[in-house]
C-alpha cells in the first residue's frame, strides 16, 4: 500500500493531483479542501490510500492521517465506496461528521450528494462509536463509577 506521498506538485485539477515523486508521477484523486492547500511547483505531502478494483488502481489523498482514517472508516458502512467516502470528506470535515454521527444529525449528512435520509440513518447506526468522539465532548463515565459530588450530596442528606 502507498500510504504517503511527498514530491513537487506538478498539476492540480478539479478532483485530482499530479505529485512528481523522484521522476514518477502520481495522480491522486482528492477533495476540494486538500487541493486548495496545492500549488503547481511547490512541494507537498499527502497522506494516501490506495484502492485495488478489479479493472483500475486509484490513489486518493488527504491533508492529515484524521481525514485519511476517517475516510477509511466511513467505508466500512454497507454501500459506501471510495468515491461516496470522498464525497462525505469534502462536504464535511472529520469533526463535523463525528458530531453529526453522534448527534444523529440527519440533516448534515444529507448535505452530502448521493446521501438520502435512509443511506444517512444507515450510517449513523453503523458508524456510531467508529470514528471516536467528537472534540469537547467528555467520555461517559464508565459503569459503576462514584461521582464524589453526588456521595457528598447524598451524605448531606
Known sequence: ???????T?????????????????????AAPSTLAGLRTGSDATLQTVLVVR???????????NDEREVFLTVQTGGGVGPK?????????T???LRQAVSSDDLA??????????????????????????PAGTAPAAPAGAVDPDVVAALVQL
Open 54 to 64: 478489479e479493472d483500475s488502481l486509484t490513489l486518493y489523498g488527504f491533508t492529515d
Open 94 to 96: 472529520p469533526e463535523e
Open 108 to 133: 448534515a449528512l444529507q448535505k452530502v450528494p448521493g446521501i438520502g435520509k435512509k443511506v444517512a440513518q444507515r450510517l449513523v447506526l453503523e458508524l456510531s462509536g467508529k470514528l471516536g468522539e
Open 9 to 29: 506538485v506538478a498539476a492540480v485539477g478539479l478532483d485530482h493531483a499530479v505529485l512528481d515523486v523522484g521522476g514518477v508521477g502520481f495522480a491522486c484523486q
Open 84 to 92: 461516496l467516502a470522498l464525497a462525505i470528506i469534502a462536504v464535511l
Open 1 to 7: 500500500m502507498i500510504s504517503s506521498l511527498t514530491g
